[in-house]
Structures are given as C-alpha cells and as structure tokens.
C-alpha cells in the first residue's frame, strides 16, 4: 500500500514534500501527488509517515486501501 493526497482536504501548503525520504511527493501547480511506487511510509527510516506526521489539516494525507 501507499499514501495518497486527499485532494478535497489538501490546502497545498506543501509541508510535505520535503519531509519526504523517498522523494514520493511532487507537486504541479498547487496539486500534490504522492508516487505509489516511491511511497515505503517510510519503513526503516522513521516510526510514522513523516507526510502524516507534518500535514497541517491532518486529513490531507491518507493510506490507500
């Protein structure tokens, strides 16, 4: 699985792209997007997804299903 950016929360603050280790997070305009081939959540580098941990709305990032 992988996160994704929740479009209709996501307040295109951009905190989360550079908190990013796998460089999972890019952004066209004011549209994030999250690549699920990038995206490790982070295991093995920190205990949570540092995209959850920064979000500012804290709804902006979410686990695909």
Partial sequence: MAYTINMETCT???ACEGECPNKAITHKGKLFKIDPKKCKECV???D???CVE???SGSCVK???
Wanted: charged fraction near 5%; glycine fraction near 14%; charge should be negative.
């Fill in 12 to 14: 295109s603050c951009g």
């Fill in 44 to 46: 093995g580098s920190f």
């Fill in 48 to 50: 949570t997804p540092q």
């Fill in 54 to 56: 920064v979000c500012q």
């Fill in 63 to 65: 686990l695909e299903s």
